[in-house]
């Protein structure tokens, strides 16, 4: 059997910005192929600006009867709220080899389906949750991070019926549901229920065009295609933002018929301003942690960094979507791009769990809020082709956080190589919308009426710590 290039998938993702254009998939979101699913937040208004409160240069998508003087004020009142519970999800795009993560060294079965991709046996990198199974040695970063009770390992997530179409699958995860028409993502749908109208911050990707999961109906969101290029000194104030913050907000609140209360909004814009001027203060910085130490020259290492840094900021996000580093759809050259992927993604979320924890807040370290899942719309065949592997059903799928969030570090059995699905693929033990319903009810928490669908049909896995 020939390998498959996905040569398709490949030109959707270099011409993403031209074909985002199109009237098909929408200004500012993802391109697609014919014939596959619309993106979430298809035909959403999208409109660029500076925010003052932010010092971030915006793409808003939705909130369109809103100036964007109201999304500075709103930012600045939400801000002034204090800090809440952040979802960061990561997308690991292409379709990451849950058997090259993690290896069933020891399966006979396996090194026949894997002549020359098997791993070799090696006792020191062994799953503490899965005993069966060993770490890919680039990933040894993460092996200490679920040793150290900050991980949860899910080896095997995936839905009934899987679709083995990049486009069609990353949809159903990205929607919360198995529904090729959904137009609203499930963050999304969480955001329109709990968010405010006035805040884009609440919904951020860190990327040029709007993660469809982020897609809401009704509130705006946003997205940011270079953070780096933001003012960061505000991160740095200590406590006198906390009350600047609670001031200014309050002002923010005011009815705005009054000239004086105008001009008052006007100051809970500048918030930010107004704090990069009392940065220089003695004795109230807080520098990114020595051992927070990122990949050099690394855009989804950089990008995590600025994250912990408006996180420290103080800014009113809730839920973040960005890429992680490199592609996955591995149909050739595999052992290759896979160290390069997987050292890449283990050093930048082991550091930016090191920066979060070194970041204090007034009710602890910053981390203590932060919840990353990690995830990619499927995983690949047991079999090799070649140098590579093709299109699968289960995958592989991560919760990080600090120990006093992440409840277990293994969740899910691995189903073996043994016996496999009609298709040939691994079987999966979890289905991706319970873990989005472990982490709706458990951590994001709000109003979750008709947020994710058919709610009643999934089981709350219990991965997150609860008072």
């Not at 985002?20 to 200004?27: L, P, R, T």
């Not at 009054?258 to 990069?276: F, S």
Request: with cysteine; glycine share 12%; aromatic share 6%.
């Amino acid at each position: 059997m020939n390998a498959c290039h996905c040569k398709d998938f490949t030109r959707a993702a270099v011409m993403r910005d031209a074909a985002a254009k199109a009237a098909g998939a929408g200004a500012g979101l993802r391109a697609i192929e014919p014939g596959m699913p619309l993106p979430a937040g298809t035909g959403l208004s999208r409109r660029s600006f500076l925010a003052r409160s932010s010092g971030l240069a915006l793409a808003v998508f939705g909130g369109s009867a809103l100036a964007p003087g109201v999304f500075d004020e709103g930012i600045a009142d939400a801000m002034a709220a204090g800090p809440d519970t952040v979802l960061v999800s990561v997308f690991l795009s292409g379709g990451l080899d849950t058997l090259a993560l993690f290896a069933p060294a020891t399966d006979a079965r396996y090194l026949q389906l894997r002549p020359t991709l098997a791993a070799p046996v090696d006792e020191q990198l062994v799953v503490q949750s899965h005993p069966e199974l060993q770490w890919h040695p680039a990933a040894a970063p993460l092996k200490t991070l679920q040793e150290s009770g900050r991980l949860t390992v899910m080896p095997a997530v995936g839905y009934t019926s899987p679709n083995q179409s990049h486009f069609t699958s990353r949809h159903f995860y990205e929607v919360g549901d198995l529904n090729e028409a959904g137009q609203v993502g499930w963050m999304g749908r969480w955001l329109d229920r709990n968010g405010r109208a006035d805040n884009p911050l609440q919904g951020l990707s860190l990327d040029s065009s709007l993660a469809p999961s982020l897609a809401a109906a009704v509130v705006p969101t946003a997205a940011v295609s270079n953070p780096a290029n933001f003012r960061l000194n505000a991160d740095e104030i200590g406590p006198f933002g906390v009350a600047m913050n609670q001031t200014y907000g309050a002002l923010g609140r005011l009815a705005t018929k009054d000239p004086g209360l105008a001009q008052a909004r006007g100051a809970a814009a500048q918030v930010v301003g107004i704090q990069d001027s009392l940065a220089t203060v003695g004795g109230t910085t807080h520098p990114t942690p020595v051992e927070a130490v990122y990949p050099a020259n690394n855009s989804f290492a950089n990008r995590l960094k600025v994250l912990a840094k408006m996180l420290h900021m103080g800014l009113p996000i809730r839920c973040v979507a960005l890429d992680g580093p490199g592609g996955y759809d591995t149909h050739e050259n595999q052992a290759t791009s896979l160290q390069n992927n997987l050292t890449s993604l283990s050093a930048s979320l082991a550091a930016f769990q090191a920066d979060l924890e070194g970041r204090m807040e007034a009710g602890g370290p910053l981390a203590r809020r932060v919840l990353v899942h990690v995830w990619s719309e499927f995983g690949r065949r047991p079999a090799q082709n070649g140098t590579g592997t093709d299109h699968g059903a289960a995958g592989a799928s991560l919760l990080l956080g600090a120990t006093t969030t992440i409840a277990k570090t293994g969740q899910g059995e691995f189903p073996g190589v043994v016996t496999l699905d009609r298709s040939g693929n691994l079987r999966n033990t979890v289905d991706f919308r319970s873990i989005y319903k472990s982490v709706l009810e458990d951590w994001l928490g709000g109003d979750l009426t008709g947020v994710l669908p058919n709610a009643g049909s999934f089981q709350n896995l219990g991965l997150i710590k609860t008072a």
